[in-house]
T-cell receptor, first 117, second 113 residues
Framework: AQTVTQSQPEMSVQEAETVTLSCTYDTSESDYYLFWYKQPPSRQMILVIRQEAYKQQNATENRFSVNFQKAAKSFSLKISDSQLGDAAMYFCAYRSPSGGSNYKLTFGKGTLLTVNP | NAGVTQTPKFQVLKTGQSMTLQCAQDMNHEYMSWYRQDPGMGLRLIHY???????DQGEVPNGYNVSRSTTEDFPLRLLSAAPSQTSVYFC????????????FGSGTRLTVV
């Protein structure tokens, strides 16, 4: 079974600075998908960024980028130019490819990010 | 396009009461799931469905029932509520194989007293 570990229960960053959230995972599959979800105080789960394991290029979405290290099974999220609206709980998640456990997401326990003005 | 709609948003139950959390999606997604979110635990899978008429258990199924009579609807039933079921519940849907993850409802905060 796959597992996802977020080793930082809480992080803080100054507004306009850069912060990196860590995520590691364990799997025996060679192809899979990885995601970062943001959960603001509104409780809504918002997809921030996704990465296909077969793609070597790191995904980028505006101020959000990932550092995907497949051999190390590491998938960190970098937030540049942090804004007050980035304050939220962030979840790392794993999804198997079709035919496996594709029906579900496996989540880490989350990292609570605080942005200080 | 409403996406995934969950009702109610908040609910307080007494121990032993039963209730149904409703979930509907309008994206013709085959996969639907129920997760519960507890502090420090992330989201854990309760039950899931890969199509109408097909359901199965996830990691934490005890005390919950589901059914999937249509593609659109996937209700979650609490048979006899217990304080341990106090949690935030999320319904989510997806299409098999696509890499965009799941679309989530807005969640239900359930308190069992």
């Amino acid at each position: 079974a796959q597992t996802v570990t977020q080793s930082q229960p809480e992080m803080s960053v100054q507004e306009a600075e850069t912060v990196t959230l860590s995520c590691t995972y364990d799997t025996s599959e060679s192809d899979y998908y990885l995601f970062w979800y943001k959960q603001p105080p509104s409780r809504q789960m918002i997809l921030v960024i996704r990465q296909e394991a077969y793609k070597q290029q790191n995904a980028t979405e505006n101020r959000f980028s990932v550092n995907f290290q497949k051999a190390a099974k590491s998938f960190s999220l970098k937030i540049s130019d942090s804004q007050l609206g980035d304050a939220a709980m962030y979840f790392c998640a794993y999804r198997s490819p079709s035919g496996g456990s594709n029906y579900k997401l496996t989540f880490g326990k989350g990292t609570l990010l605080t942005v200080n003005p | 396009n409403a996406g995934v709609t969950q009702t109610p948003k908040f609910q307080v139950l007494k121990t032993g009461q039963s209730m149904t959390l409703q979930c509907a999606q309008d994206m013709n997604h085959e996969y639907m799931s129920w997760y519960r979110q507890d502090p420090g635990m992330g989201l854990r899978l309760i039950h899931y469905s890969v199509g109408a008429g097909i359901t199965d258990q996830g990691e934490v199924p005890n005390g919950y029932n589901v059914s999937r009579s249509t593609t659109e609807d996937f209700p979650l039933r609490l048979l006899s509520a217990a304080p341990s079921q106090t949690s935030v519940y999320f319904c989510a849907s997806s299409t098999p194989g696509l890499n965009y993850g799941y679309t989530f409802g807005s969640g239900t905060r359930l308190t069992v007293v």
